[in-house]
């Protein structure tokens, strides 16, 4: 059984930075896409970035381009969210997503907004 347990989270003034972990068992998912999604207050959950994993490519939604940056080691089976230069919009709980099948297409179920695991999420809050 596949785990994510993400933690860095925090409050941070804007022009801040923080650094999300996300720590994989139960299995390696060194070929499997993985990245992130957000949930802000009374609005919908979204993506945020993602890796593919075996075609090492990565994607980001328009409104954190420049600003955050996805990694993996698979030596530790985790994934990483660099935030940089954040913003009170990007305040929202951050959840850890992967897709279940290694070597999938390049973004798996993460290109359907449902991904097959989640993490429990971490709150990231950027105060004015």
């Known amino acids: 059984q596949v785990q994510l347990v993400e933690s860095g989270g925090g409050l941070v003034q804007a022009g801040g930075s923080l650094r999300l972990s996300c720590a994989a068992s139960?299995?390696?998912?060194?070929?499997?896409?993985m990245g992130w999604f957000r949930q802000a207050p009374g609005k919908e959950r979204e993506f945020v970035a993602a890796?593919?994993?075996?075609?090492?490519?990565?994607d980001y939604a328009d409104s954190v381009k420049g600003r955050f940056t996805i990694s993996r080691d698979n030596f530790k089976n985790a994934v990483y969210l660099q935030m940089n230069s954040l913003k009170p919009e990007d305040t929202a709980v951050y959840y850890c997503?992967?897709?279940?099948?290694?070597?999938?297409?390049?973004?798996?179920?993460?290109?359907?907004?449902?991904?097959?695991?989640w993490g429990q999420g971490t709150q990231v809050t950027v105060s004015s």
């Open positions: 997503v992967a897709d279940s099948r290694p070597g999938t297409t390049t973004w798996g179920t993460l290109a359907t907004g449902v991904p097959d695991y």
């Open positions: 139960g299995r390696s998912l060194s070929r499997n896409p």
């Open positions: 890796d593919s994993g075996s075609g090492g490519s990565t």
